[in-house]
């Protein structure tokens, strides 16, 4: 049913106990339900502070706040996100024509936030530089011109970019791998928790326990079969 290639790494981490493997399974399972709402929580906190340092920025430079949408852009924001950006604003376009006929806004014309809405947790974080180094040298000019601004709670040095990256980085593939049903078997949960809570706080310190309203991460995670 679970497919054999899938099952197998459950089935050998549970020590090749069948039930045992089962539950590791179902535990996996409401490990990754637990860790989707609150990598939600965390990747639009982020996203909505590092689009407002951005639409400041993006004003003082092209005279716009929109810099999703097409030609208002600044030219550096636009080099980094000119493939992500055009994807986004064709997902909207969709996701405009497949509203409700009676919807108020089916096939009207796209706005910023209708393309903001359709960047991925990567793209951002392809923006803090750590994730694609080709990227790195344009990531330093845009973190000292303006996206140190969305997190005022730490120093503005490039070492706080890196910093930042590097958790981003860490929670993207750990979002990736929620989002495509893979075993979560060898996740430093504690690690990935702290990554989050720490780039919230990087934001404003309410955030972190916020987006912990609620939150099962650390009860599940005592709660594994291996454990017991």
């Known amino acids: 049913m679970l497919g054999a290639a899938r099952f197998e790494t459950y089935y050998l981490a549970a020590g090749e106990d069948l039930e045992k493997a089962v539950d590791l399974y179902r535990w996996n399972t409401r490990m990754a339900g ?42 550096l924001l636009y080099s980094m996100l000119k493939r992500p950006m055009m994807q986004a604003r064709r997902h909207a376009m969709k996701e405009s024509r497949r509203r409700h006929r009676l919807h108020p806004r089916k096939n009207h014309p796209l706005t910023h936030d209708d393309v903001v809405a359709q960047l991925t947790l990567g ?4 923006l803090l530089g750590e994730a694609l180094p080709d990227l790195r040298p344009k990531a330093k000019v845009l973190w000292a011109d303006c996206l140190h601004n969305a997190f005022p709670n730490i120093d503005h040095h490039d070492e706080s970019r890196v910093d930042l990256g590097r958790r981003v980085e860490r929670l993207t593939r750990l979002r990736n791998r929620v ?19 720490s ?21 599940i995670a005592r709660e594994d079969p291996r454990k017991h």
Not at 123 to 126: D, I, L, P, R, V
């Open 123 to 126: 793209n951002w974080s392809n």
């Open 179 to 197: 989002s495509h049903q893979e075993n979560l078997l060898g996740t430093n949960f504690r690690g990935r928790l702290n990554d989050t809570l």
């Open 34 to 75: 637990a860790l989707h709402s609150h990598l939600s929580y965390f990747e639009v906190l982020m996203r909505n502070a590092m689009n407002l340092a951005l639409q400041d920025w993006n004003e003082t430079i092209t005279g716009s706040r929109n810099w999703c949408l097409e030609h208002q852009s600044a030219d």
């Open 199 to 219: 780039v919230l706080k990087a934001i404003d310190n309410s955030y972190p326990q916020w987006a912990l309203v609620g939150s099962q991460v650390r009860q």
